[in-house]
């Protein structure tokens, strides 16, 4: 901490106080942002996915998938954040045992393709969100107040 901060100075106005708010309501900010960054980029990334699988859909299973696909978003981000690990294998099993009817009649390539895709990218973007906040977490509040 820095020790230059006396106790007066943080009883005038609770500029300690304030600025220990101001970092944590930051920190709320930069997920809920990262939250929308994984919602808008998720679908550009899966379809450049299925460009360069060769894969074509018609816009019915493609809006279907898109839809799912969000709500996979939130909860893998959600389950990152919380570190649940084990909950990304139980609805990864869980999803393969609802569309067991596409890979019975062989047509699992945009299935695999967009399930894959999506686990991937959102695992990632919630590694990267961990990094950061680990990193963000770790700064000293201290030192973001102006001496």
Do not use: C
Not at 79 to 93: P, R
Request: proline share 1%.
């Amino acid at each position: 901490m820095n020790s230059s901060i006396s106790f007066q100075e943080a009883g005038n106005g609770g500029s300690i106080l304030m600025h220990a708010l101001n970092h944590q309501i930051s920190l709320i900010i930069f997920i809920l942002l990262w939250y929308i960054l994984l919602h808008f980029s998720s679908t550009w990334v899966v379809n450049y996915v299925f460009r360069y699988a060769g894969v074509e859909i018609d816009d019915d299973e493609k809006d279907t998938g898109t839809a799912i696909g969000k709500l996979e978003n939130i909860l893998i981000l959600t389950l990152m954040l919380i570190q649940a690990y084990t909950a990304l294998g139980v609805i990864f099993a869980a999803k393969s045992i609802v569309r067991a009817d596409d890979i019975d009649t062989g047509d699992t390539t945009y299935y695999l393709t967009g399930t894959i895709a999506n686990f991937t990218y959102s695992i990632v973007m919630g590694v990267l969100l961990h990094i950061l906040l680990l990193y963000l977490t770790k700064t000293d509040i201290a030192s973001l107040i102006p001496t």
